[in-house]
């Protein structure tokens, strides 16, 4: 009990003197750990949108019109055979294809007056100048290659598109926004790793005639380390639970109160994935200042 006296005695002294360093440290150690774990949140965030994008995606099947100038319609608009044979084919790849959906003319028509209804653009169009389609769901989004390889360029399509396309280049962007913030994160941790070291040195330096009296009558070096140890760690800890305040506000206001309530097209990550983030972060913020406190020690512990 004494010797738990000594060592939590010494941390706080250690503290105490530097209380500057200490303040700069937690701060630090939530900036950057706060950055890890909104890039972890991201990637929670394009993972379930995947999830849910991906398990309502359609490939469409746009058949030719008048107006069409693909080689594959140069016959013209597509027959009642043409449409029969496409269904027919469809019908043949269940279970593959889960659902078909027949879009006439004026249900693509009516679609796009919704959709751009407070547009100019909406009065130039008619129905005959939109083309009939059927929208397929599949069962498993990752085969939509069999159904555009087979429909792909036959006489009455005029395209094949896949929405899986459209919602990569989304994803992508997403992506590319998780790294950024990950790279932001790893230079933050990189900068908070020097602020540990040279947090510890100083503190070590101040007290190097009290270590190396320690030393010589016989104190381990593991005795030695463990307040400088602890001080880093607890300022990581500090951090962390300042990061794990921030995640929980990014999902309890930002995500739940004012972007879900905007955005009703997607889901959004639940507090599990704020939870493991938060988690990730201490226990990198606690690693990172072990292993920067140990051997930011080491030189002065030597006699």
Known sequence: ????????????????????????????????????GTSLLVGSQVEEMKDYWFDRV??????????????SCVAGPATEEQKSQIRTELEALQPLVAEIFFESQQDAYNRFIERF?????????????????????????????TVVNQFLSRPGIEAVRDQRATLSKLFSVLGGLQALAFGFAAAMLVVTSLLVGNTIRVTA??????????????????????????????????????????????????????????????????????????LICIA????????TAWFGIARHLKV
Do not use: H
Not at 58 to 71: A, Q, R, W, Y
Not at 135 to 145: A, G, M
């Open 1 to 36: 009990m004494t010797r738990v006296r000594f060592v939590l005695g010494e941390v706080w002294q250690g503290i105490s003197r530097s209380i500057t360093l200490t303040i700069a440290l937690v701060a630090t150690f939530g900036i950057s750990l706060s950055l890890l």
């Open 58 to 71: 359609e490939v469409s099947i746009f058949l030719c019109t008048s107006g069409s100038d693909t080689p």
């Open 117 to 145: 209804k407070s547009s100019p653009i909406s009065a130039n169009v008619t129905p005959d100048q939109l083309p009939e389609s059927f929208r397929i769901k599949l069962s498993n989004p990752q085969e939509f290659t």
């Open 205 to 278: 330096y101040a007290r190097r005639r009290e270590l190396g009296i320690m030393r010589l009558v016989g104190a381990s070096k593991m005795a030695l380390r463990l307040p400088f140890l602890l001080e880093a760690i607890f300022g990581a800890l500090i951090g962390g639970l300042i990061a794990t305040a921030v995640l929980s506000f990014i999902k309890g206001y930002l995500i739940d109160q004012v972007i879900a309530t905007s955005f009703t097209f997607t889901s959004f990550f639940g507090w599990d994935a704020v939870i493991s983030a938060s």
């Open 284 to 291: 990198s913020g606690t690693l990172l200042a072990f292993i």
